[in-house]
Nanobody, 122 residues
């Protein structure tokens, strides 16, 4: 089985910063891409940022210039550095990994973490 473990969420004031972390573990052959999605109450889950094995990044327009996604491939870990946080960034943030599991020959698949709450409020 593949597991994604998230951490770093919490309560922060507008303009503040947080760094989210997600580590993938389990029966993994290789990871193609990892990323972050978020879901606010009453809203659908939306893409925040992704990064591929080749280092290509993708960001939602709403967070460009404020968030940065990075990775540590040796640790199967992805980070999301969030700065200049706004109340509208409040949501549950979910880690996602698109990967090739073991045994060799198994199809690629996507896996989700359980989510970490980010609340931006005074």
């Amino acid at each position: 089985q593949v597991q994604l473990a998230e951490s770093g969420g919490g309560l922060v004031q507008p303009g503040g910063s947080l760094r989210l972390s997600c580590t993938a573990s389990g029966s993994i052959f290789s990871i193609d891409a990892m990323g972050w999605y978020r879901q606010a109450p009453g809203k659908q889950r939306e893409l925040v940022a992704t990064i591929t094995s080749g280092g290509v990044t993708r960001y939602a327009d709403s967070i460009k210039g404020r968030f940065t996604i990075s990775r540590d491939n040796a640790k199967n870990t992805v980070y999301l550095q969030m700065s200049s946080l706004k109340p509208e960034d409040t949501a549950v943030y979910y880690c996602n990994a698109h990967l090739r599991p073991l045994p060799l020959g198994a199809p690629t698949n996507s896996y989700w973490g359980q989510g970490t709450q980010v609340t931006v409020s005074s």
